[in-house]
């Protein structure tokens, strides 16, 4: 690996770090750059070597120091996500997309921490995504830009006819519309081949965590479950942008 590269995983972790806080803010409506971070329990303001990832959160075992309220699992996934999203795109990115495919991973990974806890996909991240592609379509395929173009159309418009099918059928909302624009920005990304893949593993991947969350606490699904789609949409789309690239060797290992 590069200095580059384990820069990256490095950053993954902090990057995963902030994204847990500023998400955690995000669906408490508080600002995301003022303010230091707090334990939720007793409100104590935290030192900083206890924001240091992964590391502060195994030697506490979890545990706010002073009123032992656990602090979650929450804050170790996303900096373990973020620095695996970077260990995946220095194995798998497309030769000179690196940087946009860690971009990429991290922007997702922020989409899927805040749908996870407020169910709603901010347009300025959905955005991002879009406005990423676009750049990675101008920077290294300026070629293939109408196969691109069409995944986006179609990405959308899947799930934008799902989500108007599913309300005229049942009265109520199943999909939210930023699932749509999501699996939209992603198109951009994968291209019109990618977005049935994406579909798959999201849809496989949203099945198997809410059966693991129904075993969990013990209760069926009900049809009033809620559930959020848009963290398997994004899983889905970073691993087929990736699997889409990964070299030949890599794949044909696996095979
Ligand atoms: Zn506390």
Excluded at 128 to 137: F, K, R, S
Excluded at 204 to 227: P, Y
Aim: glycine letters at 12%; one cysteine or more.
């Amino acid at each position: 690996m590069t200095t580059y590269e384990i820069f990256l995983v490095l950053a993954g972790l902090l990057i995963g770090s902030a994204i847990d806080a500023g998400a955690d803010r995000y669906a408490r409506e508080e600002s995301w750059i003022t303010g230091r971070s707090r334990c939720r329990t007793c409100d104590r303001t935290l030192n900083w070597y206890e924001l240091v990832p992964l590391a502060s959160w195994v030697i506490s075992r979890g545990r706010c120091r002073t009123c032992h309220a656990p602090i979650g699992w929450s804050s170790p996934a996303t900096e373990l996500a973020g620095a695996l999203i970077a260990v995946g795109a220095v194995f798998c990115a497309p030769p000179g997309l690196l940087t946009f495919t860690v971009l990429l991973g991290w922007l997702l990974l922020a989409l899927a921490a805040i749908d996870f806890r407020t169910f709603l996909l901010p347009d300025g991240f959905n955005a991002a995504v879009l406005v990423l592609g676009l750049a990675m379509l101008a920077w290294a395929r300026p070629t293939e830009w109408p196969l691109h173009f069409a995944g986006g159309a179609l990405g959308f418009g899947l799930l934008w006819i799902v989500e108007l099918a599913y309300r005229s059928l049942r009265g109520r909302d199943g999909l939210g519309r930023g699932d749509a624009k999501l699996l939209g920005a992603i198109g951009l990304w994968v291209g019109a081949y990618g977005i049935a893949p994406v579909l798959l593993i999201a849809s496989l991947s949203g099945i198997a965590a809410a059966l693991g969350l129904s075993l969990r606490e013990s209760k069926m699904l009900s049809r009033q479950s809620a559930i959020a789609f848009g963290p398997w949409i994004a899983l889905g789309g970073y691993i087929v942008w990736l699997l889409q690239a990964a070299p030949i060797s890599l794949v044909g290992g696996a095979l």
